[in-house]
């Protein structure tokens, strides 16, 4: 069957809006190798310039995460400021415990007291920084967790775990969200300390209605039904904000729906069915490292593809799936569903974007732009940006 977005589809499908990392942009790689590439951004300045781009081709990317320490200015006013200049706005403020040397046994949950409240008062610094730029959501990922049974109190990280969210969470006014990620291993390879969305759900319930979950697409055991997991969170009013990206194995960072487009539909279609989407209270974010390719076309590719991903999603018969469904007829219910997957709705996601004055094409459009070669020979010298700068 083919099937076409309607008008009121096609508004709706308007109305997204991405938060895209300031990290995407400077150089990564993998644990034994870090790339550098032409053109990469030397501070969070260029970042930011690059990300506009990402927004002027796509009309996406309206929003622009950044991390702390990573974009440390001395003035986030006039950071602010520039977003605006380029378009878009400064959004999430990540935290960063991951790379101290005081914290190689954890963070929020460290044993001694004076580490921990170290870790608590470097997410005060990042509340500083969202009340500078108006920030909504702090969003928090911890590595904390141990290696070997019997090498850490697995009761007393977790009671302390809550006892330092429980201080930050105090410190953010009415406006502002604590955000809890959740990822089940790594760096720590027996247990993690946050390594679900059971514990995640569990720690901001403690604290009150403005600690939410982040889910992160790449952060499960493969297998994992993650739409399920989806449902449940906006079921109990806990899901805050995605962190979309693929793997393959573990968490690989790459541009969502490059190893699984069926899996993004179908967690999109379970954020339609639970009132997610263009919601205020959920924010879809991209987290994804670009190793080996270009950083701003993988950033537009990882933006189309939520978009298109979504315009599947808003194609599907809700009212004739639901009679199957009632009806016990289990292959017409699947058969429904997958004609909505598997509708190719690129043409006209094309002329769209042409109506709304964007590239019909934005990664053609892009390449042919010659922008690549302008920052390669602009950005000489200096300290490119990366993991830790």
């Known amino acids: 069957m083919t099937r076409t977005l309607t008008q009121q589809q096609l508004d709706t499908l308007g109305q997204l809006v991405i938060e895209i990392p300031s990290w995407a942009f400077g150089n990564s790689g993998t644990r034994f190798k870090v790339f550098g590439t032409p053109g990469t951004p030397r501070d969070p300045f260029e970042k930011l310039t690059d990300a506009a781009e990402v927004h002027r ?3 996406l990317g309206q929003v622009v995460a950044i991390h702390y320490p990573w974009d440390r200015v001395d003035d986030y006013a006039a950071l602010q400021r520039h977003a605006r200049d380029l378009g878009v706005e400064l959004g999430t403020v990540n935290s960063n415990t991951f790379q ?9 949950t460290h044993e001694d007291d004076a580490l921990r409240q170290k870790a608590i008062d470097h997410h005060f610094e990042c509340i500083d920084i969202m009340n500078t730029i108006g920030s909504r959501d702090l969003k928090i990922w911890l590595a904390d967790g141990s290696n070997y049974p019997g090498q850490a109190d697995l009761r007393g990280r977790q009671d302390r775990l809550q006892d330092s969210l429980q201080q930050i969470y105090d410190r953010l006014d009415d406006s502002q969200r604590l955000v809890l990620e959740y990822k089940f291993f790594e760096p720590a390879f027996y247990h993690t300390d946050v390594p679900d969305w059971g514990t995640a759900y569990a720690q901001v319930s403690a604290l009150g209605e403005r600690a939410v979950v982040c ?6 055991a493969p297998g994992t039904n993650i739409e399920f997991i989806v449902m449940q969170l906006l079921r109990l009013g806990k899901l805050g904000s995605f962190d979309f990206n693929s793997r393959f194995y573990a968490d690989d960072d790459l541009i969502v729906g490059a190893a699984d487009p069926y899996q993004l539909f179908r967690i999109l279609v379970e954020v339609m069915r639970g009132g997610g989407w263009n919601s205020p209270d959920l924010a879809f974010m991209l987290d994804q490292c670009h190793n080996v390719e270009d950083k701003i076309p993988g950033q537009i590719r990882s933006v189309l593809n939520v978009q298109e991903m979504a315009a599947r999603a808003l194609l599907l018969d809700r009212d004739a799936l639901g009679a199957a469904q009632r009806a016990g007829d289990v292959l017409t219910a699947n058969e ?3 004609d909505a997957y598997q509708t190719d709705v690129r043409e ?8 709304r004055g964007l590239a019909a094409n934005p990664m053609r459009a892009f390449a042919e732009s010659g922008y690549l070669s302008k920052i390669a020979q602009e950005r000489v010298g200096g300290q490119q940006a990366g993991w830790g700068a």
Do not use: C, N, P, V
């Open 57 to 59: 081709y796509t009309g």
């Open 100 to 108: 101290d040397d005081d914290f190689k046994f954890g963070s929020l």
């Open 215 to 220: 889910l992160d697409t790449g952060h499960h």
């Open 336 to 338: 429904i569903f997958m």
């Open 348 to 355: 006209q996601l094309a002329e769209w974007r042409e109506s």
